[in-house]
């Protein structure tokens, strides 16, 4: 029963993490057009805009990349730990 319990926790934070990085990558999406207008006719308010969009998209998607290379370093030294230790029992 734990064992599944422990895979819907998984579960439901890998689906949190993946709905926090579209909501990162919509947000930046979201403020090309605004970006791309800016550029034909510059607008002070466009560029208020583009960056109330872009900047916590960018922040949420430092975030979560951030936190899964942790995770993966992690995991790598302690697949290598383990490795060492197996190899000096031997």
């Not at 607008?43 to 936190?67: D, R």
């Amino acid at each position: 029963m734990r064992r599944y319990l422990r895979a819907i926790r998984k579960s439901i934070n890998c689906n949190i993490k993946i709905f926090f990085e579209n909501l990162g990558i919509i947000l930046m999406v979201l403020s090309l057009p605004f970006l791309i207008i800016d550029l034909f006719s510059p607008n002070i308010l466009l560029i208020i805009i583009a960056l109330l969009l872009a900047i916590p998209g960018f922040i949420i998607l430092f975030i979560i990349l951030t936190i899964d290379l942790i995770i993966s370093f992690k995991v790598w030294l302690r697949d290598f730990i383990d490795r060492v230790k197996s190899n000096l029992e031997e």
